[in-house]
């Protein structure tokens, strides 16, 4: 055989070869280049550029990992992020930092018993990191079973008194939600008779999706007042919240039944409310307004089923992400008047100055403040619209951890109006205050 025939084959062969290293060699010069740029434009803060060049190496080499790492730091949300450091902790499943940064989302989106694997994953490959093992424990913290004993205590200027005691607890579930229950009593007291309030109630709240929040409570209470019969009653709280990505748009829903066990007088005529709420929030340049209403259904015992109808509208400046100053307006009115021992004046009118903050939030403690203070007029039926009357509210929250595993909560409301949203108003000209303290423990 001609002995160039003969090496026709590995001459091919190793033409072949020859051209796909040449090929290999140019595919990684360009990767190597377009990493550079994307990098360069990365610490430039050019989150736009850096990403288009990142997806580009990812077009040439689909497991390059610190394009995808990138991508992940790039990411417009938490949903996004976490899709590309799970893509990362597959290419490099020995590196504790991405499982850390795995770990770092799910916590974000409100799911810790999967960011607890992804954090025990990283603490196995990093048993001496201290970073790692100061998010396994914060995620072993937001996993635990919690147990709150509470105690409140609520006034008015009617002279209605109530001491609520209660015990309530949760424990984590899977996708971000937690279960739990929660028993109280309320003794009820207006100077001359007492009522009392029993209540036991399972909840369910979560995060099903990273923009969407659920919280279910249902069970049942019962009341009784001296000299009348103990009735026993459903009772149910939904409310569903969403919220844009990267938007200042919200919407927020809630469904109420709950009886109105304020005084022993409601308590004795078996007043019940039904409630449905209905508030979005959309950007308005660099301003949000929030409309929203309300339609309740009072019943009682006593006297037929009383519609109440309520407006409100706000325009709200953002200080930072902690803070807004707002100004607001409210309506509300009632189809007719009522005997059975709460107030429903026919229209009642409330414009307002307000500001929201939200302080600390270091790891230690956190609180938030809302404020109000404006004008109020009120119209009873049948009789002329009233004038203009200052009208004060307040609402505070602290929460304090005291150790690793327990944390003081508080909060108070209070309220001074001709007619003030809380409980139920029995007066005109009426102010409210209620304090709540409780002792929370994770069951670590």
């Known amino acids: 055989m001609n002995p160039l025939m003969q090496r026709g084959p590995r001459l091919a062969f190793a033409l072949l070869l020859m051209f796909c290293a040449a090929r290999l060699v140019a595919q990684t010069e360009k990767i190597t280049d377009l990493v550079h740029r994307a990098d360069a434009a990365f610490a430039d803060e050019d989150r736009k550029l850096a990403q288009t060049l990142y997806l580009r190496v990812l077009e040439i080499n689909p497991e390059q990992s610190h394009a995808v790492y990138r991508l992940g730091q790039l990411a417009r949300n938490d949903e996004t992020a976490l899709r590309w450091y799970r893509r990362y902790a597959e290419l490099e499943p020995d590196d504790a930092w991405g499982w850390l940064a795995v770990g770092d989302k799910y916590l974000r989106l409100g799911k810790p018993v999967e960011a607890l694997g992804a954090y025990g994953r990283a603490a196995r490959l990093a ?24 105690g409140a205590y609520s006034g008015d200027s009617d002279g209605n008194r109530t001491w609520r005691f209660g015990l309530s607890g949760d424990v984590a579930m899977r996708g971000g939600f937690r279960f739990g229950a929660r028993a109280t009593r309320s003794d009820i007291d207006d100077g001359l008779t007492t009522a009392v309030l029993d209540e036991g ?79 979005g929030t959309a950007p308005a340049g660099p301003l949000r307004l929030r409309i929203g209403g309300r339609a309740a259904e009072i019943e009682t015992a006593i006297e037929k089923e009383n519609l109440r109808l309520q407006g409100d509208a706000a325009l709200a400046f953002p200080i930072g992400w902690r803070g807004e100053v707002s100004a607001q307006y409210h309506r509300l009115g009632f189809q007719r008047i009522s005997d059975a021992g709460y107030f429903a004046p026919q229209r009642v009118e409330t414009m307002e100055g307000g500001t929201y903050w939200e302080l600390g939030g270091d790891g230690r403690w956190s609180a938030e403040v ?51 949203p809380a409980g139920a108003v029995t007066i005109p000209n009426w102010r409210y205050v209620s304090l709540t303290f409780g002792l929370l423990f994770r069951i670590l």
């Open 127 to 150: 048993p001496k990191a201290e970073d790692v093992q100061q998010r396994l424990a914060n995620a072993l913290f937001r996993n635990a079973p919690a147990l709150e004993p509470a």
């Open 370 to 420: 809302d404020l109000g203070i404006g004008l109020q007029r009120l119209e009873k039926h049948k009789e002329q619209v009233g004038p203009w009357k200052p009208a004060l509210r307040g609402w505070g929250s602290l929460y304090l951890d005291l150790t690793r595993t327990v944390r003081f909560t508080s909060e108070v409301e209070a309220y001074s109006a001709p007619f003030a």
């Open 201 to 279: 109630v399972f909840r369910l709240e979560g995060r099903p999706r990273p923009a969407l929040r659920l919280a279910l409570d249902a069970g049942a209470a019962r009341l009784a007042a001296n000299g009348s019969a103990a009735w026993t009653t459903p009772e149910a709280n939904l409310r569903i919240r969403w919220r844009a990505p990267d938007s200042a748009a919200a919407v927020d829903i809630r469904a109420q039944r709950m009886p109105l066990g304020t005084t022993p007088l409601l308590v004795s005529n078996r007043a019940m409310r039904n409630e449905l709420r209905l508030e």
